[in-house]
């Protein structure tokens, strides 16, 4: 059973780009959740989307957005890229909320010049 | 705000040592606590799931016990191995059941061989 990958595993840009980051669940889970992680502010949630909806939302500017397919693909985007935004960005995929375990992806490490 | 809390930051132990990791959160009314592990520059291995009516879990030679009404949980793990050395992190969700995991500060752990 394949597990959550993350796409590109590293990435460089500079200040003011924009980056996508995509995340492929795993085969049957609906939810996938977005988390930012940082040295300074450690692991702080982002968004989360279930059934192509956003379900909750973290305490990020606008910048930050992203969207859900029906195959359950997720994609984040932050546009106007500043240096504070460099971060390993972690992806989880569960079967829906609650209860269920969160399966994290290997992430996508975005390094702003 | 939920705050969570990891005592130690770092840890360093000689093989063989049984050992025990520390989590402190503010707010009780969660929904559950997960351990996870993060080996350098990857993503989250879950550990332990603790739901908040459940008092431990163990698995192979870990165990977490949680008091949901102190705001607390403990990471045991027995007999360390070299291959247990990562850093450990606890979240724990609140009790809407959301998938916007707290996540702690983390315990960077080291056993030598």
């Known amino acids: 059973k394949a597990g959550v990958t993350q796409t590109p595993r590293y990435l460089i840009k500079t200040r003011g780009q924009q980056v996508t980051l995509s995340c492929s669940p795993i085969s049957g889970h609906r939810s996938v959740s977005w988390y930012q992680q940082t040295p300074g502010q450690g692991l702080q949630f982002l968004f989360e989307y279930f059934s192509e909806t956003q379900r909750n939302k973290g305490n990020f500017p606008g910048r930050f957005s992203g969207r859900q397919f029906s195959n359950s693909r997720s994609e984040m985007n932050v546009s106007t890229l500043e240096l504070g935004d460099s971060a390993l960005y972690l992806c989880?995929?569960?079967?829906?909320?609650?209860?269920?375990?969160?399966?994290f992806g290997a992430g996508s490490r975005l390094t702003v010049l | 705000k939920q705050e969570v809390t990891q005592i130690p930051a770092a840890l360093s132990v000689p093989e063989g040592e049984n050992l025990v990791l520390n989590c402190s959160f503010t707010d009780s009314a969660i929904y559950n606590l997960q351990w996870f592990r993060q080996d350098p520059g990857k993503g989250l291995t879950s550990l332990l799931l603790i739901q908040s009516s459940q008092r431990e879990q163990t698995s192979g030679r870990l165990n977490a016990s949680l008091d949901k009404s102190s705001g607390r949980s403990t990471l045991y793990i027995a007999a360390s191995q070299p291959g247990d050395s990562a850093t450990y992190l606890c979240?724990?969700?609140?009790?809407?059941?959301?998938?916007?995991?707290?996540f702690g500060t983390g315990t960077r752990l080291t056993v030598i061989p």
């Open positions: 989880a995929s569960s079967v829906g909320s609650g209860a269920n375990v969160l399966t």
């Open positions: 979240a724990v969700r609140h009790q809407t059941g959301a998938n916007n995991l707290f």
